[in-house]
Nanobody, 123 residues
Framework: VQLQASGGGLVQAGDSLRLSCAASGRTFSNYGMGWFRQASGKEREFVAAISWSGGLTYYADSVKGRFTISRDNAKNTVYLQVNSLKPEDTAVYYC?????????????????WGQGTQVTVSS
């Protein structure tokens, strides 16, 4: 699976963005999908994940109520709607694909990773 993330940018606090991750290659719908982020000087952290069917979603406590993950298996794309952005959301956001969704959420490991898209939030 090849993953291509897009949609990042420079925004002000309180703004919204929609990040997209387009997948190609192996059957997209076989994989759970996730978003992670890595701020400068910090370790990569889990943000959100969604099951292969879209029926289950998980979020980091820091983004609950502000971020929404979704997927469109017909378009081989997973989305992350990010609302009410804060300066502390500034990071490179990576999408990931994994057969083991729980493992991805807990350990941060995945079968495939995208290249990342930069989100910068100014105060």
């Amino acid at each position: 699976v090849q993953l291509q993330a897009s949609g990042g940018g420079l925004v002000q606090a309180g703004d919204s963005l929609r990040l997209s991750c387009a997948a190609s290659g192996r059957t997209f719908s076989n994989y759970g999908m996730g978003w992670f982020r890595q701020a400068s000087g910090k370790e990569r952290e889990f943000v959100a994940a969604i099951s292969w069917s879209g029926g289950l979603t998980y979020y980091a406590d820091s983004v609950k109520g502000r971020f929404t993950i979704s997927r469109d298996n017909a378009k081989n794309t997973v989305y992350l709607q990010v609302n009410s952005l804060k300066p502390e959301d500034t990071a490179v956001y990576y999408c990931a694909a994994a057969r083991g969704l729980t493992t991805m959420r807990i350990s941060g490991t995945a079968d495939y990773w995208g290249q990342g898209t930069q989100v910068t939030v100014s105060s």
